[in-house]
């Protein structure tokens, strides 16, 4: 080989390094706009990304670098979530009114992030307002690098099934509703990807199996009030994981999809070759509500029968569901909590908050709290007012108790929520709900283990009945009417992170609080600075710059 060949391959190897080096980047601009559609059967004002409902799929890999230049088109102020997605050091891309002043109408703002090792299913959607009442959801895939194998052959292909329940009635309308002190009442159907299956054998088929292939199936409850049931005529679902967190591989007829939550199955091709329905209904309502999506064999031309599975009734037996959910101790992919955490029962525990919901009238105005407060959003963001030193003068800090009363939720007061969290404690938090209907609770920033839910309200005693083997690492938890739920995480995410119930309306009429986590260091190593070019809004926006964090 002569000279000049070896420098050209000296010259392309240091480049291919030199791409490997760094992270690869996905670049997308998404024009933000509403459009007319029809997803319960009768034309109605969607809020449409680049024009598809539900948007684009941001299907990456760990480690990728995102980057989403969002045009709000809107006449309103918008912010995105990416729900799921712990950003690490980086409160800022939360995109939640306590994060971030919000994307003001025809302008633009880029998100960037960089997903980590949490291989798994998750979804984006709009926070301001009652956006997400009129779409702009969209789901949001992490792959894991081909190095770090999954604990399941590649399947032929993967499908997002976003499921939830649906208003006829515009965002605008539904919070004119709320703004005046009423409740939402019952949504008027339940969609799949957008839309509503009349389960006639009329409907277009929206999803293709090759006879004998396996498919993975990943659901979302993007929906505002109900839990949904999912399954398949004819088929079993195996679960391989829930949230970014690989699982036992049980088989199941059908699954609860608890509001916010997202599960992926494999589903094989193994049945007579015709079209079958996929089934979503809500759960624990007096009206069940269905809607069916059509799954086409390859090649066959029967359609589906009519008869639809039937969903399980009561709660009971989704918290025996619950219960059988495991992960999976020895699957090899990257886990969740890069800190080893995973031995989380051995962690001893150095606080423990609770947390309990209720509803009430304040000033003749329905109003949904947290220990007695009702959160609400000061026009300075919450960490935005604590960067710039003057905390202060936007809101108290732990304005409710960690051990509220028996009686807390009789009277309602208004103000922002914001727990002091001590960087790196290991939290214990209890859900109690003292109410009748389900609950559903999201915490951004982390994910934690889900190690118990039980009927009754919690005492330290029923500590000694919590899976501290193999909770599955998720964030967001169901709590039964009635029941108590704990969860189990390290605070080592420096930042302000919503801990939030994703029933719509409650989160929208103050059933959220935050957790601020500073590093005393104010290091870098713990928490990036306040990106250029971010929207500053409130007594923040003139201020000049404080001193950043260094290294
Ligand atoms: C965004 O979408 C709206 C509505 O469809 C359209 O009027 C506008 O031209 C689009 N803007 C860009 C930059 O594509
Ligand atoms: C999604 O990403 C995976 C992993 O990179 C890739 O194999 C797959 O083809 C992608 N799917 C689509 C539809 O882009
Ligand atoms: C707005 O979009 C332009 C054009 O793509 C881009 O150069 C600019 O950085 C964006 N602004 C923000 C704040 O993201
Ligand atoms: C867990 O993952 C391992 C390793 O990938 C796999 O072989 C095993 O079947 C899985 N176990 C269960 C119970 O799903
Ligand atoms: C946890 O607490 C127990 C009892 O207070 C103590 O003996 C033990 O050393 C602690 N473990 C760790 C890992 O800190
Ligand atoms: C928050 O808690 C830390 C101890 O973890 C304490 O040093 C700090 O003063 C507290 N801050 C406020 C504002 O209460």
């Excluded at 624990?284 to 359609?303: D, E, L, M, R």
Aim: hydrophobic fraction near 35%; glycine fraction near 8%; aromatic fraction near 12%.
């Amino acid at each position: 080989m002569g000279r000049p060949n070896f420098l050209l391959f000296a010259l392309i190897s240091t480049l291919v390094l030199v791409v490997h080096s760094e992270d690869p980047y996905l670049f997308y601009t998404w024009n933000v706009s509403y459009a007319t559609l029809s997803p319960l059967g009768v034309p109605q004002q969607v809020i449409t990304i680049n024009g598809q409902f539900p948007g684009p799929w941001i299907n990456c890999t760990s480690n990728n670098n995102i980057v989403v230049n969002v045009f709000n088109n809107l006449d309103e102020p918008l912010l995105f979530t990416w729900n799921g997605i712990q950003q690490r050091k980086n409160s800022w891309q939360e995109g939640t009114l306590g994060t971030n002043c919000p994307i003001q109408p025809g302008t633009n703002f880029t998100y960037r992030f960089q997903v980590k090792d949490q291989i798994g299913s998750y979804y984006y959607y709009p926070t301001t307002a009652l956006h997400r009442a009129a779409g702009g959801y969209g789901p949001l895939t992490v792959h894991s690098r081909d190095l770090i194998p999954v604990p399941f052959p590649w399947p032929e292909a993967e499908y997002n099934v976003l499921v939830g329940d649906w208003y006829s009635k515009g965002h605008a309308s539904l919070k004119k509703f709320l703004d005046n002190g009423r409740s939402l009442g019952r949504p008027n159907g339940v969609i799949i990807n957008g839309k509503h299956g009349k389960g006639d054998g009329t409907d277009e088929p929206m999803f293709t199996m090759k006879p004998k292939e396996t498919y993975r199936y990943r659901f979302c409850n993007v929906g505002m009030k109900n839990s949904i049931n999912v399954r398949i005529q004819g088929h079993t679902m195996k679960l391989v994981e829930i949230e970014g967190s690989h699982t036992v591989q049980n088989t199941y007829d059908s699954l609860d999809i608890h509001l916010g939550q997202c599960y992926s199955v494999l589903v094989t091709a193994d049945q007579t070759p015709k079209d079958y329905y996929l089934v979503a209904s809500t759960r624990f309502t007096k009206t069940v509500v269905t809607s069916t999506a059509t799954i086409h064999y390859a090649g066959s031309n029967t359609p589906a029968a009519a008869a639809l599975p039937e969903a399980p009734v009561g709660w009971a037996w989704s918290l025996n569901q619950f219960r059988s959910l495991r992960w999976n101790l020895t699957a090899s992919a990257a886990r969740p909590n890069p800190q080893g955490s995973y031995h989380y029962g051995k962690i001893n525990i150095t606080r423990t908050i609770k947390i309990v919901n209720s509803a009430g009238a304040v000033d003749g105005k329905l109003r949904y709290a947290v220990n007695g407060v009702s959160h609400t959003d000061p026009e300075t963001p919450l960490k935005l007012a604590e960067y710039f030193g003057v905390a202060d003068k936007v809101f108290k800090y732990d304005v409710i108790k960690d051990e509220p009363a028996e009686n807390v939720g009789d009277k309602i007061t208004i103000a922002p929520i914001v727990i002091n969290g001590t960087f790196r404690n290991f939290v214990e938090i209890i859900f109690e709900n003292h109410e009748k209907s389900v609950q559903s609770w999201h915490l951004s920033g982390y994910s934690f283990f889900p190690v118990a839910i039980e009927p009754g309200t919690w005492t330290p005693e029923k500590r000694k009945n919590y899976n501290l083997i193999d909770a599955v690492s998720r964030n967001t938890i169901q709590v039964y009417p009635k029941c108590w739920a704990a969860i189990m995480t390290t605070l080592d995410n420096a930042g302000m992170w919503n801990l939030r119930s994703v029933i719509l309306e409650r989160q929208y009429l103050g059933q959220q609080l935050y957790i601020s986590v500073l590093s005393p260091a104010r290091s870098l190593r713990d928490e990036y600075n306040l990106p250029e070019k971010m929207p500053l809004c409130g007594i923040v926006k003139n201020m000049p710059m404080p001193v950043p964090y260094s290294a």
